[in-house]
T-cell receptor, first 112, second 118 residues
């Protein structure tokens, strides 16, 4: 069965600095989708970024980018120029059999 | 705003009672997913409906049931409530749930219903 592992329960970063959140997954499939979602204190789940496994180019959305290493089954999220509003839980998710399999989340703290 | 609506926002009820949570997906989305998130926990997938039919089941208790209506809104029914059922219940929707393309997986979440069982 596919699994998603976020090994960092909590990370902290200074405002305006760059932080990378880790995610690894286990699969035998070759075609799949990966996602990062953000859950701020409001508890709303917000889609941050999507990566298609068949694309070699790493996805980017403004200050958010991913480092997708297919062979290593790694999908990390880089947040540049961290802002106070980036403070949230970040969940990595893997798309398989029409479902999303979720990691346990990483709590990101932004230090002013 | 994701376009997914959930009602009510908050619900407080007693043990043993039954409640119904309601979700309206984004316009055009055919798939609805229900998740449970207990305090400081991750997301637990409960159940998925696609165009009115049950598509997949996750860790859903027998006391819980759901359905999706012809207008595509969905309801999650929770009965014989226990203290441990207190949680945030999310509904999410996606364009489809069967094509295997990105629209099958990209889910948009509602604001959640916070259920407190006392």
């Amino acid at each position: 069965a596919q699994t998603v592992t976020q090994s960092q329960p909590e990370m902290s970063v200074q405002e305006a600095e760059t932080v990378t959140l880790s995610c690894t997954y286990d699969t035998s499939e070759s075609d799949y989708y990966l996602f990062w979602y953000k859950q701020p204190p409001s508890r709303q789940m917000i889609l941050v970024i999507r990566q298609e496994a068949y694309k070699q180019q790493n996805a980017t959305e403004n200050r958010f980018s991913v480092n997708f290493q297919k062979a290593a089954k790694s999908f990390s999220l880089k947040i540049s120029d961290s802002q106070l509003g980036d403070a949230a839980m970040y969940f990595c998710a893997y798309g398989s059999n029409y479902q999303l399999i979720w990691g346990a989340g990483t709590k990101l703290i932004i230090k002013p | 705003d994701s376009g997914v609506t959930q009602t009510p926002k908050h619900l407080i009820t007693a043990t043993g009672q039954r409640v119904t949570l309601r979700c309206s997906p984004r316009s055009g989305d055919l798939s609805v997913y229900w998740y449970q998130q207990s305090l400081d926990q991750g997301l637990q997938f409960l159940i998925q409906y696609y165009n009115g039919e049950e598509r997949a089941k996750g860790n859903i208790l027998e006391r819980f049931s759901a359905q999706q209506f012809p207008d595509l809104h969905s309801e999650l029914n929770l009965s014989s409530l226990e203290l441990g059922d207190s949680a945030l219940y999310f509904c999410a929707s996606s364009v489809d749930g069967t094509s295997g393309g990105p629209d099958s997986y990209e889910q948009y979440f509602g604001p959640g219903t916070r259920l407190t069982v006392t």
